[in-house]
């Protein structure tokens, strides 16, 4: 249990720095954030079934 909020915790870092870059960057906020998401509904798939 203790590794999978270590995991959560590394993926909640991940995407704050994901933000940073979209904002850094100038990338359209809202396409970064879609894909995002997509990314996060699949980690929570894979997580489940682990």
Do not use: W
């Amino acid at each position: 249990m203790q590794k999978k909020a270590e995991l959560m915790e590394m993926i909640r870092q991940e995407k704050r720095m994901l933000e940073e870059l979209v904002l850094q960057n100038g990338l359209e906020h809202d396409a970064v954030y879609e894909q995002s998401k997509r990314v996060d509904t699949l980690l929570e798939q894979y997580y489940q079934e682990a």
